[in-house]
């Protein structure tokens, strides 16, 4: 079995900045990929981010590019998802998820493993 934990959510004004951080623990931890999903009030979870395990490839959303950046520390079992430019549209409970094999990284049911969320809020 595999948990995850997410921490770094907060409260932050336009224009700031926050990293999000998940950690795994479990058993032996070698994921495929892992991911970043959203789900804003009334809104269907969606992709955020996601980074091959096994080498820096990242796939981001369209919203997100050029302002957050997926990363992972191996040797930690952690990945991070460092947010800039942050914008009132990204208020949302975020959750990292593990996926095990190939294949499309945009769908939350191709991961396994999920973390209970940390809530970003951005305000104007």
């Known amino acids: 079995q595999v948990q995850l934990v997410e921490s770094g959510g907060g409260l932050v004004q336009v224009g700031g900045s926050l990293r999000l951080s998940c950690a795994a623990s479990?058993?032996?931890?070698?994921?495929?990929?892992m991911g970043w999903f959203r789900q804003a009030p009334e809104k269907e979870r969606e992709f955020v981010a996601a980074?091959?395990?096994?080498?820096?490839?990242?796939y981001y959303a369209e919203s997100v590019k050029g302002r957050f950046t997926v990363s992972r520390d191996s040797a930690k079992n952690t990945v991070f998802l460092q947010m800039n430019s942050l914008k009132p549209e990204d208020t949302a409970v975020y959750y990292c998820?593990?996926?095990?094999?190939?294949?499309?990284?945009?769908?939350?049911?191709?991961?396994?493993?999920w973390g209970q969320g940390t809530q970003v809020t951005v305000s104007s």
């Open positions: 980074v091959r395990w096994s080498g820096p490839i990242t």
């Open positions: 998820a593990a996926k095990d094999y190939s294949g499309t990284y945009t769908y939350d049911r191709a991961y396994s493993y």
């Open positions: 479990g058993r032996t931890f070698m994921p495929y990929a």
